[in-house]
């Protein structure tokens, strides 16, 4: 059996959120021995994604927060973006870091396409609407980013909730969260 590393990246603009919440309710789920790396968007800012591809050639430069993360991604088989609906999509935090995932297909050395491919892409959001289509344009996202990669497309785990602790009274979320990573 392969060993599974899950990388958990939290999209929230607050820490202790009803998505970090979920996601941590569906992570105590994996079985034991199964890797967990969580990673705070907001503590490792990375600037507005500047596509170069086509003005003066320049590879992305691979430093700092943008080095950490793209290693994070890259060692991880299965990869969780944790980002609460925000207008009907990801955050602002979790847009820049799919933005950034153009740079580094260009990244020399990365071979960021090919060691995607194959990788698990998971998404857990929650959302402050009794209609779970209204989060369709965020799974949207990620659905077609996995598809573009050639990774595989694990759903969307879905709560409800607004203040913090609310996702917690949602038991239907809940108890999907028990079986969400099987």
Do not use: C
């Not at 060993?3 to 959120?17: A, C, I, K, N, V």
């Not at 591809?53 to 990869?79: F, I, K, Y």
């Amino acid at each position: 059996m392969t060993t599974r590393d899950f990388l958990f990246l939290l999209g929230s603009s607050r820490t202790g959120g009803n998505t970090e919440t979920l996601a941590r309710l569906a992570a105590e789920q994996l079985p034991a021995g199964t890797g967990q790396r969580w990673l705070d968007l907001r503590d490792l800012p990375l600037p507005d994604f500047e596509d170069r591809r086509h003005a003066d050639g320049r590879p992305p430069t691979l430093t700092g927060n943008s080095a950490t993360l793209l290693e994070a991604t890259l060692t991880a088989t299965d990869v969780v973006i944790a980002s609460p609906l925000y207008w009907y999509s990801v955050s602002t935090s979790t847009k820049r870091y799919l933005d950034h995932w153009s740079g580094w297909l260009e990244a020399p050395g990365a071979d960021f396409r090919r060691r995607m491919a194959g990788k698990t892409l998971w998404g857990v959001t929650a959302l402050a609407d009794d209609d779970p289509a209204v989060a369709e344009p965020l799974a949207g996202t990620l659905r077609n980013s996995a598809r573009y990669l050639g990774m595989r497309w694990g759903g969307v785990l879905l709560g409800n909730g607004s203040r913090p602790g609310d996702v917690l009274t949602d038991t239907e979320a809940a108890a999907r969260a028990k079986v969400f990573f099987s």
